[in-house]
């Protein structure tokens, strides 16, 4: 027997010895329940964490982050097409089509950079605009669809959305907002839309529709970095 052979021998002997009175270091394997097989339990593993998906359109909230979309709701922009089966999901077609010329609402102050709130304090930027009723009856019923576009790419993104909250009384002048701060004549905007998103200069044009009148539409400049657009 070679002197290495016996070496390798002797060193195994002594472990194995060694182990013996001290006992493993390896842990112990779990308890197998009667009946259940040993490889059963051996190849249980924790089930993985599953990524939220608040909206239940079958987009993951972090895929909706990447993709622009809004988690918040399964149609993003409004088309009547589930986002996961909408080729373009931040691009609605406008669908008010309206024959009156009667103008019963105007629309102005449209801002969208250093906004403020009703005490003058500084807010985050968003888009809103005022709604001026020169009548003697109460409009309700409102519909909106509002553009934004990319002004050195061209890239555009089309919201529809029904306002059936939003009522503007006789005589009143009323500003609306769309952020996502949940205060009263405060309607939601996806949070990934191009506005928070894109740092190019941007385009805003909103069209708001009440049935039986003819719509009133607006448009405001957004500049690269945050500089102040819209006004009075």
Do not use: W
């Not at 895929?63 to 399964?74: I, K, Q, V």
């Amino acid at each position: 027997m070679s002197k290495k052979i016996f070496t390798l021998i002797l060193i195994t002997t002594l472990t194995a010895l060694l182990l013996a009175a001290c006992g493993s270091s390896q842990p112990s394997a779990p308890a197998v329940p009667a009946g259940t097989s040993s490889n059963a339990v051996a190849t249980t593993a924790p089930a993985a964490a599953v990524d939220a998906d608040t909206d239940g359109d079958g987009i993951p909230d972090s895929a909706e982050a990447l993709l622009g979309t809004d988690p918040n709701n399964a149609d993003s922009d409004g088309d009547g097409q589930n986002d996961l089966a909408d080729k373009e999901p931040m691009l609605a077609a406008n669908p008010i089509q309206e024959s009156s010329a009667t103008v019963g609402f105007t629309i102005g102050g449209f801002i969208v950079e250093n906004n403020v709130d009703a005490d003058g304090a500084d807010v985050a930027d968003h888009m809103e605009f005022k709604v001026t009723n020169p009548g003697a009856a109460d409009f309700s019923g409102f519909d909106i669809y509002y553009t934004i576009t990319d002004q050195t790419t061209g890239v555009v993104q089309g919201y529809y959305r029904t306002l059936p909250d939003l009522t503007v009384k006789a005589g009143e002048i009323q500003t609306i907002h769309f952020d996502n701060s949940g205060q009263p004549d405060h309607f939601s905007v996806n949070p990934n839309n191009a506005f928070y998103t894109d740092v190019n200069g941007l385009t805003l044009e909103v069209t708001l529709h009440a049935t039986g009148f003819a719509p009133q539409t607006a448009s405001v400049a957004k500049d690269p970095g945050g500089a102040e657009g819209g006004g009075e």
